[in-house]
């Protein structure tokens, strides 16, 4: 093994998958397909709504039909997880499935009937009780033709439950839950990589990136699939809104979180001790695939360093492992992306410790730029393993980049775009996609790229279809029908909430009710993602943080 820029070695322990509820074929899927319904009988008021959720949403039903029961009759973490994807609709139904023509604004109070059982599943498995990855994309799959070649290939897998019932919500799902189906094998290989390493065996450090470049090239194949089946207006105006949680939601109608009535005990409090009752209030982050492990496991693999949005950190060359060591504060953690790590308490317990053990034991970036290190070695051709290595590593990393890149784009055009459209338009076209500008060079700029590349694609299409010229055919030109799609018409939903505001006995509250997650933004306004990031700017620099961490040539 090269030098350590650490005067002693960490000790290292291989990890094993298995110890963190890891399934060396499915990954952060568990290893056989999620129950479809809880088996004991006892909880057969859940499942029957379960059986109807489409219905009783669309009907308003929702916010009647709730039963209290324990959670004592569950066993296995099977059912465990079953019931925390149960809740997650339940709750997430009752809090922003409206009644009637978008009449009730979002409701504050989650009944007991939900909220005991969610937060004691949710204690469980060890993890906030709010919708999550894990929630729709982890535990709410099925495989459909269990003799097919691939069983989880993104066309072989159906969801169990979606908010909309529609098939873009279904794909919106599977997409993630086929990308953690495909990386499983890049798990095992970060670990052999991690092993090898510590082993100083430099060939089998480089065939293992190689399988991990693999799987990543496979997860960037089957995200660029999202555009087949999943429709920006439908994601952006008919599902988003569902995954929202209760953090940063005043605009929508939740300036404090949710009350989790029968967990946080609201008896001692009375209307004239508001101001107390109200810091009982949860606020948690809505559901976003930030929350799955694997990103985070890949980006600790390959030592991308993730700063405070804003600011801009050092990934460590030589040259700054050997400073940093000099200057004695290498016990000193650099400081983290504070959204990243928080978004470890929407994974279970397991995969957050999977990440945190990872983190602790891996050097695969420490091994790799010392390999290459000039002051250690001049670096040979390509017969040069470390040449071999160098090119393993940066591939990984360009395809972490390529990814970002992607999925960048696709923040773009579906939540940027339709935000700043309006809901009242019609959604048979969509832009083409920008070119993946993942070469390290145009990558800092790829939203603004394509957001130009829609621009152009929408100045081609013939005025009657361009859903992107505003002045024609664009949200400013059609009048609002209130009469269609009430939930998701501005003019419908601020007049709905205005009412409510007035209505209301909380007026503060209330009064800051006024719009919705889905929302048609001015010129200036910040995206959010449901995660609560300013959407736009935390990507743009997790992606060049990633663009950053390449290897160059010359290492000093
Ligand atoms: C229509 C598709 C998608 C949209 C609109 C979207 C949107 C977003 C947004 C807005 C964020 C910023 C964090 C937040 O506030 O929520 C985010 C982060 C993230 N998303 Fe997505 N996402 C999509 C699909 C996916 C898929 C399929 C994956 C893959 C598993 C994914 C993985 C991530 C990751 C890992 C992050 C954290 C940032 C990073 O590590 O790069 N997203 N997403």
Request: glycine share 6%; aromatic share 8%; hydrophobic share 45%.
């Amino acid at each position: 093994m090269p030098d350590r820029p650490h005067a002693e070695p960490l000790p290292y322990a291989p990890l094993r998958l298995e110890d963190y509820d890891i399934s060396p074929t499915h990954g952060f899927l568990p290893a056989e397909p999620p129950l479809r319904r809880l088996p004991d009988p006892y909880y057969a008021p859940w499942e029957h709504i379960m059986d109807r959720f489409n219905h009783y949403l669309l009907g308003h039903h929702i916010r009647r039909l709730m039963p209290v029961l324990g959670t004592d009759r569950l066993s296995t973490q099977a059912e465990y997880r079953r019931a925390f994807t149960v809740l997650s609709f339940l709750a997430h139904a009752y809090v922003w499935g409206r009644g009637g023509a978008a009449a009730e604004p979002a409701l504050q109070f989650l009944p007991a009937s939900i909220a005991v059982p969610w937060v004691a599943v949710s204690d469980f498995l060890e993890l906030n009780p709010v919708v999550c990855c894990a929630a729709v994309c982890h535990w709410n799959w099925q495989v459909l033709d269990e003799d097919a070649e691939d069983p989880m290939a993104l066309d072989n897998l159906g969801t169990l439950h979606t908010f909309s019932g529609s098939m873009d919500e279904s794909w919106f799902y599977l997409v993630t839950t086929a990308i953690e189906a495909k990386c499983a094998r890049g798990l095992t290989a970060i670990l052999a990589a991690t092993a090898a390493a510590e082993r100083d065996a430099i060939d089998d450090v480089t065939e293992a990136l190689g399988h991990m470049a693999h799987a990543l090239a496979e997860a960037n194949a089957i995200l660029e699939r999202m555009y087949e089946r999943c429709d920006p207006y439908v994601f952006y105006w008919k599902i988003r809104e569902f995954l929202a949680g209760w953090e940063n939601m005043a605009e929508a109608g939740l300036p404090y979180g949710v009350l989790y009535e029968g967990v946080d005990d609201i008896r001692a409090f009375g209307l004239d001790s508001w101001p107390a009752l109200i810091r009982r209030f949860r606020k948690y982050a809505g559901g976003s695939a930030a929350q799955t492990p694997l990103l985070q496991a890949f980006d600790i693999a390959l030592g991308i360093k993730h700063y405070p949005t804003g600011q801009r950190g050092l990934q460590s060359t030589v040259a700054e492992m050997r400073h940093r060591t000099k200057a004695q504060d290498i016990s000193e953690a650099p400081p983290a992306n504070s959204y990243l790590v928080r978004m470890r308490d929407y994974m279970p317990g397991g995969h957050r410790r999977f990440l945190e053990d990872l983190a602790a034991t891996c050097r695969i970036r420490e091994y790799v730029l010392l390999a290459c290190s000039d002051s250690l070695l001049h670096m040979g051709g390509r017969s040069d393993p470390r040449v071999r290595l160098r090119e393993a590593y940066n591939s990984c990393i360009g395809l972490m980049e390529s990814f970002r890149n992607k999925h960048m784009m696709m923040v773009t055009r579906y939540i940027i775009a339709p935000a700043k459209m309006g809901p009242a338009l019609p959604h048979q076209k969509c832009p083409a996609a920008a070119p993946d500008a993942s070469d390290g060079t145009s990558a800092a700029s790829a939203a603004s790229a394509a957001a130009a590349a829609a621009a152009a694609a929408a100045a081609a299409m013939p005025a009657r279809e361009c859903p992107l010229q505003g002045g024609r055919m664009g949200g400013d030109s059609l009048p609002a029908d209130p009469t269609m799609y009430p939930q998701t018409n501005t003019a419908a939903a601020a007049a709905a909430a205005a009412a409510a505001a007035a209505a209301a006995a909380h007026s503060e509250a209330d009064a800051q009710g006024k719009g919705r997650l889905a929302r048609k933004l001015g010129d200036g306004s910040v995206a959010r993602g449901t995660g609560g990031t300013d959407a736009i700017q935390f990507l743009k620099q997790v992606h060049s943080e990633t663009a950053r961490s390449k290897v160059p040539r010359h290492v000093v």
